[in-house]
């Protein structure tokens, strides 16, 4: 079993800032990627950043938050951020944290972000 517990959301002004965490524990051994999906009301959840796990590190962005989100991880506290900088309105959504490990995806069970204009 794989546990995924986040923190860090909340209500901010647009042009403000917020960063996210997710901790990881249980069987993750073997993780490939980490990385963080959001759902707006309406709408299907989409990528927001991935971060791969292990060897050479590799950077996914999404076009709307590039430049803006920065993903990093902690392998010693097996722990994914993400940290959220110039926020809109347009970010408000609820943010997801994922763990691709052994051919399997888990979440989190999500943070609310909501951006005020």
């Known amino acids: 079993q794989v546990q995924l517990v986040e923190s860090g959301g909340g209500l901010v002004q647009a042009g403000g800032s917020l960063r996210l965490s997710c901790a990881a524990s249980?069987?993750?051994?073997?993780?490939?990627?980490m990385g963080w999906y959001r759902q707006a009301p309406g709408k299907q959840r989409e990528l927001v950043a991935t971060?791969?796990?292990?060897?050479?590190?590799?950077?996914n962005y999404a076009i709307p938050v590039k430049d803006r989100f920065t993903i990093a991880r902690d392998n010693a506290k097996n722990t994914v951020y993400l940290q959220m900088n110039s926020l809109k309105p347009e970010d408000t959504a609820v943010y997801y944290c994922?763990?691709?490990?052994?051919?399997?995806?888990?979440w989190g069970q999500g943070t609310q972000v909501t951006v005020s204009s």
């Open positions: 994922m763990i691709g490990v052994r051919g399997s995806v888990y």
């Open positions: 249980g069987s993750i051994l073997g993780t490939v990627v």
């Open positions: 971060i791969t796990a292990g060897g050479s590190t590799k950077y």
